[in-house]
């Protein structure tokens, strides 16, 4: 079993900036995706975006020009960098860790963005 445990939420004004962290309490193979999903109260939850092994990104629309995911592989660790935040950029925001085509698939408990207007 993996444990996936995110921070860096909190709240923020708009035009601010937060990082989210997730780190994994091991190693799971040398080939996986690292994901950052969010889901708002009344909606469903929403990819943000993801970043291999080899680290190749892929962000959402709404995520593009403002978020940067990285991640340390020496750390397990993957980060969420969020600048320009919006008011609707409030959510849960949660780290998923993706391998072997979804047959690994392990999720955080969230941490709590909110941006005030």
């Known amino acids: 079993q993996v444990q996936l445990v995110e921070s860096g939420g909190g709240l923020v004004q708009a035009g601010g900036s937060l990082r989210l962290s997730c780190a994994a309490s091991?190693?799971?193979?040398?080939?996986?995706?690292l994901n950052w999903y969010r889901q708002a109260p009344g909606k469903q939850r929403e990819l943000v975006a993801g970043?291999?092994?080899?680290?190749?990104?892929n962000y959402a629309g709404f995520a593009k020009g403002r978020f940067t995911i990285s991640r340390d592989n020496a750390k397990n660790t993957v980060y969420l960098q969020m600048n320009s935040l919006k008011p609707e950029d409030t959510a849960v925001y949660y780290c998923?860790?993706?391998?072997?085509?979804?047959?690994?698939?392990?999720w955080g408990r969230g941490t709590q963005v909110t941006v005030s207007s």
């Open positions: 998923n860790l993706r391998a072997l085509g979804g047959a690994i698939d392990y």
């Open positions: 091991r190693t799971i193979l040398s080939s996986n995706t």
């Open positions: 970043i291999t092994s080899a680290s190749s990104t």
